[in-house]
């Protein structure tokens, strides 16, 4: 497969501080690539390095083929870009922000209007296009941003968190857009997100924790490693309950943001006797399959969810 | 070319958006003309001759300088909202970026100052097509020369209201030892900004175009003028660029 992004060695720093440090990375044509990870993790810093707003190092990242940094303008005309702050002129209906991007990508006349109908309609948005964009709701205003970014015919979509601040529904509507513009236009799309449930649906996903590579790899097989099943349980003392489990039991414990965590491959046999050894103790007990969650505390020891915001 | 094309629509955009807000639009030309019929009534009663004519050109001047504020303030605004991060990763020039946004700063300032001109004729101001010429291009270099150098402090400070405050800490002053109120001063050092400052190129084009028959001889020329606020014009616009170009890795 054709790789759309190549990534080396990628450092970058605010001031002393390392935000990323020796990131290496390909995405193939066609792919939905994920960047997964805690606030600070690194995932913000690669979305503004790739998308040109940062600068990197000459033959640090490769577009298309092309150097990021020599080639800046012709990589920016294959790309379309969705932010996480709104990047929609608030002031201005709905398709004079989509006819300032055309402008902005060198499209005008006849071609810009038909392009703007065609993404006006792909995302059913063709009735509200005389509205003022502060008058539609959050999820409408992302559709927006989607057709803005989609205007340009990019090979490339690279999204930062785009569906913060939306509610269930709508997010599974942005998805199903994302899902099928890759589907029909083969495009590839590089997304960042803290939403387990956003990165599951990435067909690839770069773990990211304080600027270094965590994991990389397909969703369920980062699932996979792990192996088997996850049982966590409250405690009275976490701290001493976990010592009598391995002593007992003769398992593998984690301590997680207060949880006693065990990952073992038929961790269901060890209910009942965990039950019947330490019926005071154990105040609750919960076994599922591990998620991308535990694939982050497996590889780092911490939980990903407490570090957010 | 893709770079014009990109100053139009930035220009079309600021143009539009601040028609949308008409706030905006009242308060520069209201608050200017507030202080012409005031202090242009009051100083008339006291000096026994007629200040309103006299400060006329130092009106027009700081509806001006007033809509180059709010629009330069916008810089900050889009900024915050991310409207310029999508401009900034657009396959176009840097300076096509700050062309657009100046342009339109400068268009919106100069119509902002033309707007007076029917109170013009209450101080006995007289139309001639070369001289009026030259007022607006006065007024549009001035415009274009505050709104490039108020692009450059934009974009180097993060809150609007911090950016009001300093704007008029420095463009008052500007407006003020311009000949807009006063035509002279004994002082050398204040004489020496008068002639440093573009304001008072600007402001002298102005009055020439307003009152095309008055004796002007203490006055700047024409053509000094217009080169001088050319001059200034290019020098802000290309810091402003360069301050761009040069700030792409910060945040």
Not at chain 2, 24 to 37: H, Y
Request: aromatic share 10%; charged share 20%; hydrophobic share 45%.
């Amino acid at each position: 497969m054709e790789n759309v992004v190549e990534v080396e060695n990628l450092s970058f720093h605010y001031g002393d501080k390392a935000a990323l440090s020796g990131l290496t990375f390909s995405v193939g044509r066609g792919e939905i690539f994920g960047f997964l990870g805690p606030n600070g993790g690194g995932k913000t810093t690669t979305f503004k390095i790739l998308s040109t707003l940062f600068s990197c190092q000459p033959g640090q990242v490769k577009m298309f083929g092309m150097d990021l940094v020599k080639e800046k303008i012709q990589i920016r005309r294959k790309m379309g870009i969705v932010f996480q702050l709104p990047a929609l002129d608030k002031k201005l209906k709905v398709r004079e922000n989509l006819e300032h991007q055309g402008h902005l990508y060198g499209l005008a006349g006849k071609e810009l209007q038909d392009r703007i109908d065609r993404d006006l309609e792909r995302l059913s948005l063709k009735n509200r296009e005389k509205d003022k964009v502060e008058t539609l709701s959050g999820g409408l205003q992302r559709r927006v941003e989607l057709a803005k970014a989609l205007l340009s015919n990019p090979e490339l979509m690279i999204l930062d968190e785009p569906s913060t601040g939306l509610d269930p529904a709508a997010r599974k509507e942005f998805w199903g857009h994302l899902e099928s513009l890759r589907k029909e236009k083969g495009m590839t799309v590089l997304v960042t997100t803290h939403y387990l449930e956003e990165a599951d649906r990435c067909d690839r996903l770069l773990i990211l924790d304080q600027g270094k590579k965590v994991a990389l790899g397909n969703p369920d097989q980062l699932k996979a490693e792990i192996g088997g099943e996850v049982l966590r349980l409250r405690a009275k003392n976490p701290n001493d309950l976990m010592a009598q489990i391995t002593q007992k039991l003769k398992v593998k414990t984690l301590l997680v943001g207060g949880l006693i965590q065990i990952e073992e491959k038929k961790a269901h046999n060890l209910v009942g006797p965990l039950l019947e050894a330490f019926p005071e103790e154990i105040l609750s007990l919960t076994l599922g399959l591990p998620t991308l969650e535990d694939v982050f505390i497996h590889k780092t020891g911490r939980r990903m969810l407490e570090e957010r915001e | 070319m893709n770079f014009w094309l990109a100053v139009y629509t930035l220009w079309q955009r600021e143009l539009v958006r601040f028609y949308r807000q008409p706030s905006r639009v009242v308060g520069a030309v209201g608050t200017a003309l507030l202080f012409w019929v005031v202090l242009g009534t009051g100083i008339s009663g006291i000096s026994g001759t007629d200040y309103r004519a006299y400060f006329f050109p130092g009106t027009m001047v700081m509806s001006v300088m007033f809509t180059c504020i709010f629009s330069n303030a916008s810089i900050i605004e889009d900024r915050q909202a991310g409207f310029l991060q999508s401009v900034l990763v657009a396959p176009v020039p840097r300076a096509a970026i700050v062309m657009g946004k100046i342009l339109g700063g400068a268009t919106l300032s100069t119509l902002q100052g033309l707007v007076l001109l029917p109170f013009a004729g209450t101080v006995g101001a007289r139309f001639a097509p070369l001289p009026a010429m030259g007022l607006v291009l006065s007024l549009f270099l001035l415009s274009f020369v505050i709104n490039a150098g108020g692009f450059w402090l934009a974009w180097k400070i993060d809150s609007p209201p911090g950016f009001h405050t300093i704007m008029n800490m420095i463009l008052l002053p500007m407006w003020m030892a311009s000949g807009a109120v006063f035509s002279a001063s004994a002082s050398p050092w204040l004489k020496f900004f008068m002639m440093i400052n573009p304001f008072t190129y600007g402001v002298a084009g102005v009055r020439r175009g307003l009152f095309p028959a008055g004796d002007f001889t203490q006055l700047p020329s024409p053509s000094l003028c217009i080169i001088l606020l050319t001059a200034f014009s290019v020098f802000f616009y290309a810091l402003s660029s360069w301050v761009v170009e040069k700030s792409e890795m910060r945040n």
